[in-house]
């Protein structure tokens, strides 16, 4: 139904940029919203940012002002521009869609998630 592929990851030394993308294919009409999550080893899975159809936009504190997320409509994709990274930025990141229809309501679906991990 809904499709989402993340990839982008890799490994960086502290300071560096990373970009992460999110391609969302199947009933692209029934989603709502796009977020970003990450799960470090040891911690619960959090919300890093989020995107709404609208375009509003909404991140966790500990990522404001060193993470962007935007979208590209035309491609289905959703990004996440990561400057200034830090070690306890490690974790693996999922892409999340928050989608609903009359027929089924609200329902999420998550990527497989790709791993980003910070050297010190």
Do not use: H
Request: with cysteine; net charge neutral.
């Amino acid at each position: 139904q809904v499709q989402l592929v993340e990839s982008g990851g890799g490994l960086v030394q502290a300071g560096g940029s990373l970009r992460l993308s999110c391609a969302a294919s199947g009933s692209t009409f029934s989603i709502n919203a796009i977020g970003w999550y990450r799960q470090a080893p040891g911690k619960q899975r959090e919300l890093v940012a989020a995107i709404s159809s609208g375009g509003s936009t909404n991140y966790a504190d500990s990522v404001k002002g060193r993470f962007t997320i935007s979208r590209d409509n035309a491609k289905n994709t959703v990004y996440l521009q990561m400057n200034s990274l830090k070690p306890e930025d490690t974790a693996v990141y999922y892409c999340n869609a928050d989608t609903y229809t009359v027929v089924a309501g609200p329902y999420d679906y998550w990527g497989q998630g790709t791993q980003v991990t910070v050297s010190s």
